[in-house]
Structures are given as structure tokens and as C-alpha cells.
């Protein structure tokens, strides 16, 4: 006859291996980013203050391989047409050919080339990031959200050097660095 004290030992084992579950490895399938998603930056001003907005169309994919999250990719592109601010000068000059020359270039792309998991709900995403025809490596720390069996949120944040894609106008008055905070909500 078993003891007492081992129902007790049990439940308290079944529910921490429940509270360590790992979420990206639950979360795993292939997803399409909802336009209900976030696409947030924000690059300080000199002497303080700053810009910020967020684009409006974006489009792209994700899969999580839950067996293996290095074997996991991000494909993204953001229409920087999109861009939105709250100023239409600013806006205008945004889509310029001083700052992201959507004639020229109607896309920023980034696809992932690597996935490394950071903690049970968290990973950082590397890969090349393509802008005003320009490719340089970037990277972003993603922690899921809520997840179900068809729906999956992200908070993605990430700093990007401008300056590296040809988008040097104002760097005397706006920083070089652009900080972007994202809500990713993807469907399967």
C-alpha cells in the first residue's frame, strides 16, 4: 500500500512539470501573421523627445519546430508606404527617397537564418534584414504570448542601425538607432 504522502508527491510532480511546460515547443506549426498585428518604432531625438509610429501592411510567415527551435524561420516583409506617424510632413518624408524611397524600394524584407531559444517562452531570431537594397544581419528577441490550438501572439522587440540601409537624413536631429516593439499575432 503506498504511503500518504506519495498521492501528494505525485500531483505536486504532474503540476510542475505542467507550470515548465515549454510554450514554443506546444506551439509548434506554421503560422501566417494576422493584419491585426503591431508594427511599432520609435528613434529618439536629439535633446530629448522622440518619433514614433508603426506600418500599417505587413505580410509574412513563421514556424516553430517544437522538436527542434533551431530548425525554426521567420519570413516578414513590412510596406513601408504603410509608415504612420500622426504627421503627414513627417510621413511624406518617411516615404521619400531620403528615408525609406518606397518608389524605389516597396519592401523590407527579413527572413530569419537562425533561431536559438532563450528560456521556456522566449528566443532570439537572427537573420537578414533588406531595406532601401541594402542587407545587413539583425536580430530580435521574441517571448510568446497566449497560445491555442490555432492562434499564437508574440511581443518581438529589436534596435536596427539606419545609417546601415542609406537612411542617414536628420541624423543631426534624430537618432541613429530605431527601436521597434511588435505584437505578432499568428493563425495557423
Known amino acids: 500500500m503506498p504511503k500518504a504522502g506519495a498521492g501528494l508527491a505525485l500531483a505536486l510532480f504532474c503540476f510542475i512539470g505542467a507550470a515548465q511546460a515549454d510554450?514554443?515547443?506546444?506551439?509548434?506549426?506554421?503560422?501566417?501573421?494576422?493584419?491585426?498585428?503591431?508594427?511599432?518604432?520609435?528613434?529618439?531625438?536629439?535633446?530629448?523627445?522622440?518619433?514614433?509610429?508603426?506600418?500599417?501592411?505587413?505580410?509574412?510567415?513563421?514556424?516553430?519546430?517544437?522538436?527542434?527551435?533551431?530548425?525554426?524561420?521567420?519570413?516578414?516583409?513590412?510596406?513601408?508606404?504603410?509608415?504612420?506617424?500622426?504627421e503627414a510632413r513627417t510621413e511624406n518624408l518617411?516615404?521619400?527617397d531620403a528615408i525609406f524611397d518606397v518608389d524605389a524600394y516597396p519592401?523590407?524584407?527579413?527572413?530569419?537564418?537562425?533561431?536559438?531559444?532563450?528560456?521556456?517562452?522566449?528566443a532570439i531570431i537572427e537573420?537578414?534584414?533588406t531595406a532601401r537594397?541594402?542587407?545587413?544581419?539583425a536580430a530580435f528577441v521574441a517571448t510568446?504570448?497566449?497560445?491555442?490550438?490555432r492562434n499564437i501572439t508574440f511581443h518581438?522587440?529589436?534596435?536596427?542601425?539606419r545609417s546601415d540601409y542609406g537612411m542617414d537624413a536628420g541624423l543631426s536631429i534624430y537618432s541613429n538607432l530605431v527601436d521597434f516593439d511588435m505584437q505578432l499575432r499568428g493563425t495557423r
Open 23 to 86: 510554450p514554443l515547443a506546444e506551439a509548434a506549426g506554421e503560422y501566417r501573421i494576422e493584419p491585426s498585428s503591431h508594427i511599432g518604432f520609435r528613434v529618439e531625438k536629439v535633446g530629448g523627445g522622440y518619433l514614433a509610429g508603426d506600418f500599417g501592411q505587413f505580410r509574412g510567415t513563421f514556424r516553430i519546430d517544437g522538436h527542434n527551435i533551431a530548425g525554426s524561420n521567420v519570413d516578414f516583409v513590412v510596406m513601408p508606404a504603410s509608415v504612420r506617424t500622426g
Open 94 to 96: 518617411l516615404r521619400s
Open 107 to 122: 519592401e523590407i524584407v527579413f527572413r530569419s537564418t537562425s533561431v536559438r531559444q532563450t528560456g521556456p517562452s522566449s
Open 127 to 129: 537573420g537578414n534584414l
Open 133 to 137: 537594397g541594402k542587407t545587413n544581419r
Open 144 to 149: 510568446v504570448g497566449q497560445h491555442s490550438d
Open 156 to 161: 518581438v522587440q529589436g534596435t536596427i542601425s
